[in-house]
């Protein structure tokens, strides 16, 4: 894996996570379920655009 392809993948992770967080705090206020979404990132985005009406589809 060369040095580009890793740096892609670092910030993907901390795109996913930042979206994540911010989902999570818009939903909830909450500071200790932003971190547990954090944590979780990109499963918590999938579901919450699965989930909501016109999440994914628009």
């Known amino acids: 894996m060369n040095s580009r ?3 892609a993948a670092k910030a993907g992770i ?3 996570s930042a979206i994540a ?3 999570s ?3 909830n206020q909450s500071i200790l379920w ?3 979404h954090g944590f979780i990132s990109w499963i918590y985005v999938i579901y919450y655009a ?3 009406p016109g999440g994914i589809t628009g």
């Open 5 to 7: 392809t890793g740096e």
């Open 14 to 16: 901390g795109l996913g």
């Open 21 to 23: 967080v911010a989902i």
């Open 25 to 27: 705090w818009a939903q």
């Open 34 to 36: 932003a971190i547990f």
């Open 50 to 52: 699965v989930t909501r």
